[in-house]
T-cell receptor, first 108, second 115 residues
Framework: AQRVTQPEKLLSVFKGAPVELKCNYS??????LFWYVQYSRQRLQLLLR??SRESIKGFTADLNKGETSFHLKKPFAQEEDSAMYYC??????????FGTGTRLLVSP | DTAVSQTPKYLVTQMGNDKSIKCEQN?????MYWYKQDSKKFLKIMFS???????INETVPNRFSPKSPDKAHLNLHINSLELGDSAVYFC??????????????FGPGTRLTVL
């Protein structure tokens, strides 16, 4: 079964603290994973994808096939990082299976 | 210069009514999608069209019928609306179905409230 699990509904940290948003997946094929972000009153947008191995806005995510994880990390959180974060798995024909999302709240 | 637009932004209607939500993209993309986001923020794909052809049809009641008059438009028609249909509906588009670097671009969402 294709499934994406984000165990934390809410993650609350102080500005400057490290952040790790967890994502685990279940997929029999070769996974393609993404992180999407939805800032308040804005549309959902792509943050990063594992295939690019990029760092966007200080965020990175490494695909760990052994642990079937794709956790999103940032060493020093900023207030403007507060948003809803969705991990997504591509399962052929551009079908994206989303996790339930984690709300990140960064307090001053 | 909005990439993916949806109308209306808000839709409040009575149970049993029929309503449509429209989506348009000006990105020249071949593939369009409809997603439903429920009250718990869970986002799930409903349909996907590629070049006006249906390619993904998840387990969605027959009351939901997508229509793609051309590549740039994918409308969602809902018959006999029920309370459980209340949600935010997102339209999205991507360049094609197979590219490794394809990104899905999302519309702003339509908040549907069924009373």
């Amino acid at each position: 079964a294709q499934r994406v699990t984000q165990p934390e509904k809410l993650l609350s940290v102080f500005k400057g603290a490290p952040v790790e948003l967890k994502c685990n997946y279940s997929y029999s094929g070769s996974p393609e994973l993404f992180w999407y972000v939805q800032y308040s009153r804005q549309r959902l947008q792509l943050l990063l994808r594992h295939i690019s191995r990029e760092s966007i806005k200080g965020f990175t995510a490494d695909l760990n096939k052994g642990e079937t994880s794709f956790h999103l990390k940032k060493p020093f959180a900023q207030e403007e990082d507060s948003a809803m974060y969705y991990c997504a798995l591509k399962t052929g024909f551009q079908k994206l299976v989303f996790g339930t999302g984690t709300r990140l709240l960064v307090s001053p | 210069d909005t990439a993916v637009s949806q109308t209306p932004k808000y839709l409040v209607t009575q149970m049993g009514n029929d309503k449509s939500i429209k989506c348009e993209q000006n990105l020249g993309h071949d593939t369009m999608y409809w997603y439903k986001q429920d009250s718990k923020k869970f986002l799930k794909i409903m349909f996907s069209y590629n070049n006006k052809e249906l390619i993904i049809n998840e387990t969605v009641p027959n009351r939901f019928s997508p229509k793609s008059p051309d590549k740039a438009h994918l409308n969602l028609h809902i018959n006999s609306l029920e309370l459980g249909d209340s949600a935010v509906y997102f339209c999205a588009s991507s360049q094609d179905v197979s590219g490794l670097y394809n990104e899905q671009f999302f519309g702003p969402g339509t908040r549907l409230t069924v009373l």
